[in-house]
């Protein structure tokens, strides 16, 4: 597998391209994002689990219903959730897509992102797709920059891999930051490939791969109305089709984890405020379930993510966090440690603390990159969740996102 | 009921202090409180339950299983957790305390707040447990002084009220105001009451009531390791022992419901950071079960929260934690109106926005009392939680809150 440029049209046979329609005030940003593949795709999604749904995900889940699918259509500034007539605004992007690219409405994947509960109207849609769906090109960062929202760069990644031989191409982009909390897919995520599986399989692929990558990610601890991550495989790499599990499949599965893990660290480092990626890697688990929940606990915890915005290796506050996580752990058998590019630090053994110099702690934990590891000595599952450190400017961001 | 001054010296036969003994630094702060009746006392406690216990929860748990306690003991600065000598250090509190009032060590209760994982030496309480001792009088503000953490005020309560026309008072000190989460006991408060009731209506009575009190209050998602509420009732206002449920029980309950819920109010709006005290009602719930888990859903929504901080009405978060709170709702259901001193205003119908003034909204907001108010419409279940908002100083407290 080999990193490459491209992101969403790197893969054979896909466009995009990205242009500012007028739903952001904003006129030098971005807010209308179109990927097309020449031939229809097999399709996969996955959505949040919010009970209260953006129209969007609504009119998607029909749109893939079965299985297939052959463009994205999203706009940032506006989420088209809570509004009465949103549906039909969301049916109505994919039909003016349909009528600027002559793909069926019923084959466009529709998302929105943005603020919640503020009528979208079409206008400012209708009066630009032409010149998006005209621009379609090479233009997978332009795509990439139209779907943010208080993201503060572009998330774009490709790779390269071979199916039976064949070489094939995966490409994404992502956007996050904010209402980012590990249950299901926590922000959109769009995969574009070129390789020939069937939707089952991509399905499966997407589902197997998200519990331990996009399902492991918070921000805030706040799941969005909005989520989704949606792949569109359009075979042009003329592999023998994927149709069952096998070498294929799991070749194909490690290349998708590829793209979602790079993302997921993507999103949890540009978390709002945010000046630190961490990442907690919990192992000697009982099962992957306590291991899941012990990193995701540890991950959302307040008082952790603002220890580590401080560089304070306040350990007792990971400890706290194991104990409260619901998960079936002998908090006399933990140990933690802080690593980092600076080097690496054990603070706690068998749920006591250790002295350790306060000077090589702050070294360690000044880096921008923080991992901690919790050793759980109780058997052999693991598990890795990501997210950032809470700031002032969290604070700034979001004590006033409308206005 | 009527509410009196006095704190936990208000009732007859209790005295208290609070001491600067030296675990903090800052000569200026209190650290060392001590409570006490004349006579013994039936006992009722609810502690955290965070797997991560600190050594007094531990130790308490013993000296209250017989349902009797005379004095409680508390330091503030460190938490005595996860430390491996902690169950040795707690005893040892409570043995000072025996040696200096003549009370057995067995109906000691002892709590500690403070960092998580720093040894606790008994040295400084030994020096000072004397003069402790030896001052204890009509000392409520002190003792409250000396068990807050990052609490910008003290917190205490006291009523008067009637069981079988025998005047009885009833008193409280408490304490927050970081690490604070709906799971049990969430955080230390002490109560004194001269009425006559036994142990085990006594502890029915405080774990009743702390469904909807001290369980219903989120400050920041943490829930702390050493969380305790400690109730003794020495009985020396004469009154018929209340030893089953009826009338007496009731008004008891309802007495110790009142300082309860007067202390969650003190916590939230003193939450760290907090400029706002915020207050969610939820009606209109199918059970009693819902309506709690939506209210504590959006009142630990760091977004939500953010944006009461910059008076930003945005409803969207409101109705964004109602759907991710993983309770039976009906979102297409739900009205959301804020509340304040200054007004009142809807934001929200049947799960779509309705329009506003955005500038009668900031006015309504601006208060430092904020109401979301939810109706469900799908029952007759309500509940109440209480929080406060996000803000720069939160993280600035917890970045570095060790040094």
Redesign the interface.
């Known amino acids: 597998m080999e990193k490459i440029n491209g992101g969403v049209c790197a893969p054979q046979g896909f466009k995009a391209n990205g242009v500012h329609c007028g739903i952001r005030k904003n006129k030098t940003k971005r807010d209308l994002a179109l990927i097309v593949s020449e031939t229809r795709c097999a399709a996969a999604c996955v959505y949040t689990?919010?009970?209260?749904?953006g129209a969007p995900i609504l009119v998607t889940k029909k749109h893939v219903a079965d299985g297939y699918a052959q463009a994205i259509v999203c706009n940032s500034g506006n989420?088209n959730?809570?509004?009465?007539d949103g549906e039909e605004i969301a049916e109505g992007m994919c039909g003016l897509v349909a009528q600027h690219t002559g793909i069926a409405a019923e084959d466009v994947v529709v998302a929105s992102t943005g603020?919640?509960?503020?009528?979208l109207s079409l206008e400012p849609m209708a009066e630009h797709m032409e010149e998006l769906a005209a621009g379609l090109g090479a233009y997978s960062t332009e795509a990439a920059q139209a779907i943010m929202t208080t993201d503060t760069v572009e998330k774009q990644i490709a790779y390269t891999f071979r199916l039976g031989g064949k070489p094939c191409t995966i490409g994404a982009i992502g956007k996050g930051v904010?209402?980012i909390?590990p249950?299901m897919a926590t922000m959109l995520v769009f995969v574009t490939t070129d390789a020939a599986i069937s939707p089952a399989m991509l399905q499966k692929a997407l589902s197997e791969n998200v519990k331990d990558t996009f399902n492991m990610v918070s921000v805030?601890?706040?799941?969005?109305?909005n989520d989704m991550v949606c792949v569109l495989a359009n075979g042009l790499a003329g592999n023998e089709p994927v149709t069952e599990a096998g070498k294929d499949y799991a070749a194909f599965r490690k290349a998708l984890y590829a793209v979602m893990e790079y993302l997921c660290r993507c999103i949890a480092k540009d978390g709002e405020g945010a000046t630190k990626l961490l990442e907690c890697k919990v192992s000697g688990a009982k099962s992957k379930a306590v291991a899941r929940t012990v990193a995701k606990s540890v991950i959302?915890?307040?008082?952790f993510k603002?220890?580590m915005?401080?560089a304070?290796a306040?350990?007792?506050?990971v400890?706290?966090?194991?104990?409260?996580a619901g998960a079936d752990?002998d908090?006399m058998k933990v140990d933690v440690s802080f690593r980092s590019r600076a080097g690496e630090l054990t603070v706690?053994q068998n749920?006591?603390?250790v002295p350790f110099s306060e000077e090589e702690a702050k070294r360690v934990l000044s880096e921008d990159e923080i991992t901690v590891l919790i050793a759980l000595n109780s058997g052999k599952a693991k598990a890795t969740a990501w997210g950032c450190d809470?700031?002032?400017e969290?604070?700034?961001?979001?004590?006033?996102?409308?206005?």
């Open positions: 689990q919010n009970l209260v749904k989420a959730t809570c509004n009465a603020v919640i509960g503020r009528p904010g209402m909390n249950n805030d601890g706040d799941t969005s109305t959302k915890s307040s008082l603002a220890a915005f401080g304070d306040n350990w007792g506050r400890l706290c966090a194991v104990g409260y752990v908090v706690c749920g006591s603390g809470l700031t002032y969290y604070v700034r961001i979001n004590g006033d996102y409308r206005t």
